[in-house]
């Protein structure tokens, strides 16, 4: 949930605002510890309390943004309201909430009278920025939102929602140990419990899991286990302090399991776009190349037409060379008549050569164009084809890897199961 929030006065002028018909619904859910019952009112009260004292900005005003693609009830946005009150400082101080809805999306505006009538002073608001920023970041992690690429670093993104590009890159990679202690650390930063922690590391691919020795560890869809106290670089005991027992938590290969069906799932969502991108670039090149024949086509009647027309034309002159009549019949026998068939043969001939050039040079330029249009959809098609390919091999093997692992978490609870049984024939 994005929070954008500011110390104001002007508290008519904010009501109005809040107010404004341009929304498509516009509700005032809430007037706590005002005498006033309309929000104009309401904000009115509060610019009188502050006329006895110095306080010009007697307001501070919240936006409440959750989400584009989800739709949070009236309870998570009054939530939200109380733990940002606790947080400034501004426990039991008198508040609006006003809902607004647009274009079928949802958000909500707290206001709160910053004047404490006991004390005829306003309450001081430090940090008002880097507050908002831990509440909004703990928001999204309870709530499992995604997180905008503004609250987290673009590289430590929820690796269910890599690109391809990503994928590729990370195939490729190393792991940076400092990418990986910073990215424990942030997690353990933005959790206070063992419920919020689990939801800061799966933000972060890592499924939370009980160790060999009843640790705490994390576990990423390779299999691999990270100690949870080693990373986020405190002993034992305090991690299990915040975080409790280790009882309700999967084991490691379920653990294994999980977090390679995670990203399965991401994987096979890949491949789908390439086989669908792949047939979509197949359409659009079938119809640039359809496009490109009936072009052609046209170039090629055009050309037809235009030599047609000078052969016409030199047909017609070369009938106005004949003489007719007694000086035809002159140059029938001086030879003349023979001279002049000889001369519009030869440029007949001419004419025909240099048509024939000019439709042999319109069909290799048209085969060049024809020829390039292929190569450029063969390379496309081969390398969404190679990738979605190469995806089918990554999902094998993690699917391979997974069925491993929860072959070996039922072989582990089984095992479990007769150790149990086998103390309780042995008595204590």
């Not at 607004?100 to 430090?126: N, S």
């Not at 390679?260 to 491949?271: D, I, K, P, Q, S």
Request: hydrophobic residues 35%.
């Amino acid at each position: 949930m994005i929070l954008v929030g500011n110390q104001r006065g002007g508290g008519k002028n904010l009501a109005l605002h809040l107010l404004k018909e341009e929304n498509e619904r516009v509700e005032v859910h809430q007037l706590r510890g005002f005498v006033g019952e309309t929000l104009i009112s309401a904000l009115q009260e509060s610019y009188a309390l502050s006329r006895a004292t110095k306080c010009r900005q007697h307001l501070f005003s919240l936006s409440l943004n959750p989400p584009p693609e989800e739709d949070p009830d009236n309870q998570v946005f009054e939530e939200a309201v109380d733990r940002i009150e606790r947080r400034l400082g501004l426990d039991g101080q008198p508040r609006a909430i006003v809902f607004h809805e647009k274009e079928g999306r949802r958000h909500a505006h707290a206001v709160w009278c910053r004047i404490d009538a006991g004390q005829m002073k306003a309450v001081p608001l430090p940090f008002t920025r880097q507050r908002l920023q831990e509440v909004a970041r703990e928001l999204y992690i309870e709530h499992d939102w995604r997180m905008p690429d503004g609250f987290i670093d673009k590289e430590l993104r929820d690796p269910r929602n890599f690109t391809l590009a990503e994928w590729q890159q990370a195939k490729r990679a190393q792991k940076d140990p400092r990418r990986l202690k910073a990215q424990f650390q942030e997690a353990w930063t933005l959790s206070d419990s063992k419920v919020s922690f689990e939801h800061a590391l799966k933000e972060r691919g890592f499924i939370l899991a009980k160790g060999d020795r009843r640790g705490f560890v994390a576990v990423d869809h390779t299999g691999e286990a990270y100690a949870v106290s080693r990373w986020v670089g405190l002993k034992a005991k305090q991690v299990a302090a915040r975080l409790g027992s280790t009882d309700d938590l999967p084991s490691v290969p379920a653990a294994h399991a999980k977090a390679a069906g995670f990203v399965t799932v991401r994987l096979e969502a890949l491949r789908a776009e390439q086989v669908r991108e792949a047939a979509a670039t197949k359409a659009e090149f079938d119809a640039r190349r359809e496009r490109l024949e009936r072009q052609h086509a046209a170039q090629r009647k055009a050309l037809a037409e235009d030599q047609r027309h000078l052969r016409q034309l030199q047909e017609a002159e070369q009938r106005h060379r004949f003489r007719t009549g007694l000086l035809g019949f002159l140059d029938r026998v001086t030879g003349r008549h023979r001279r002049v068939a000889a001369e519009n043969q030869l440029s007949a001939a001419k004419l025909d050569e240099v048509n024939s050039v000019e439709r042999c040079a319109l069909a290799e330029r048209q085969g060049q164009a024809r020829s390039a249009l292929q190569e450029r959809a063969e390379a496309e098609l081969r390398q969404r084809r190679s990738a979605a390919e190469s995806l089918t091999t990554d999902i094998d093997a993690l699917q391979n890897a997974r069925r491993r692992a929860e072959r070996a978490d039922h072989t582990g609870n089984k095992g479990a199961e007769r150790r149990k049984r086998q103390r309780i024939r042995d008595g204590p």
